[in-house]
């Protein structure tokens, strides 16, 4: 019995899990990492600036949709909120990764950019669809 209980939790968290969190961009170092790692940091680094902005549009794109839910004064306030928050995390965090010695430090913080970016992009892209 407890078996079949582990077994239905477990499906209920897949099942609710949020699609964005699948997608290969919001994979550290994955596929989309992969079509930058070739050349000296600086081509890394200004690949990986090139993904980030196509990722911060889609971003900015989502977050301006959201924000036309006129209807939903309430959460209008608490997406604000929570936006400027992430956005004070996300450059907290991938400045933490950033800063060092050596050059690689630069490459980890512009995927920690990206990365965060994507995901965020994709989170409030799944958001605006459901609404």
């Known amino acids: 019995m407890k078996f079949l209980v582990v077994i239905a939790v477990c499906f209920l968290f897949a099942a609710t899990a949020p699609a964005h969190a699948a997608d290969p961009a919001c994979e550290s170092y994955g596929e989309e990492y992969q079509t930058c790692r070739d050349g000296n940091t600086h081509d890394i680094v200004m ?68 990365v965060m970016t994507a995901c965020r992009a994709l989170e409030l892209e799944d958001a605006g669809e459901t609404h």
């Not at 911060?56 to 909120?81: C, F, P, S």
């Open 47 to 114: 690949c990986l600036s090139k993904l980030y902005e196509k990722w911060d549009g889609r971003l900015n794109a989502a977050y301006k949709k959201l924000l036309g839910m006129e209807h939903e004064a309430d959460r209008l306030k608490t997406l604000k909120l929570s936006q400027e928050a992430w956005l004070k995390y996300r450059d907290a965090n991938c400045e933490w990764y950033e800063v060092g010695e050596g050059t690689i430090h630069r490459i980890w913080g512009s995927e920690c950019m990206r």
